[in-house]
T-cell receptor
């Protein structure tokens, strides 16, 4: 097991385009979280899954954002009609108990 | 809703010396965990130490220890014998407790610089 894996590591997109990120959690972990981190700030919670069920979504997650976790394994986070304000690092974490393990993140730049 | 305040945007320490990073938080939960995470320039968040709120004994993990004051909602991190590899951004983060127990609320972070 190599930990939480996120792809791509970097993504540059033009404003208005759609982007999708993938997170592969640690295999036995039933909980998966998405956070957004802007430069110099702490991560902000976006949403989390227990197995395939999305249990909570932050008000930060506008209608342009959607997340899925089919079959309770990997997860995808899609941003539609990207805006410059979406530029950030998107972090994924997984857990089985109280300790969350983080991936290296996907850095999104919207130009 | 939880809030977390890290009042020291930046701290510096000489190698082999001791430094303390402060954190205060607010929560309505009675049963929760508190974490300190380290984020080196490579950006992957790494757990440094955890504290269970119902335990009075302060957690210790090698050179890292905490001073947990539950009534004051204070959770500081002490790093002893600082090493160059300790240089990173440090985040204090309580979890939500209850059914959202894994969800973390992060502070603004403290950048730690270690001078040789």
């Amino acid at each position: 097991d190599t930990g939480v894996s996120q792809n791509p590591r970097h993504k540059i997109t033009k404003r208005g385009q759609n982007v999708t990120f993938r997170c592969d959690p640690i295999s036995e972990h039933n909980r998966l979280y998405w956070y957004r981190q802007t430069l110099g700030q702490g991560p902000e919670f976006l949403t989390y899954f227990q197995n395939e069920a999305q249990l909570e979504k932050s008000r930060l997650l506008s209608d342009r954002f959607s997340a899925e976790r089919p079959k309770g394994s990997f997860s995808t986070l899609e941003i539609q009609r990207t805006e410059q304000g979406d530029s950030a690092m998107y972090l994924c974490a997984s857990s089985l108990g109280d300790e969350a393990f983080f991936g290296q993140g996907t850095r999104l730049t919207v130009v | 809703a939880q809030t977390v305040t890290q009042s020291q945007p930046e701290m510096s320490v000489q190698e082999a010396e001791t430094v303390t990073l402060s954190c205060t938080y607010d929560t309505s939960e009675s049963d929760y965990y508190l974490f300190w995470y380290k984020q080196p320039p490579s950006r992957q968040m790494i757990l440094v130490i955890r504290q269970e709120a119902y335990k009075q004994q302060n957690a210790t993990e090698n050179r890292f220890s905490v001073n947990f004051q539950k009534a004051a909602k204070s959770f500081s991190l002490k790093i002893s014998d600082s090493q160059l590899g300790d240089a990173a951004m440090y985040f204090c983060a309580p979890n939500a407790g209850g059914t959202s127990y894994g969800k973390l609320t992060f502070g603004q972070g403290t950048i730690l610089t270690v001078h040789p």
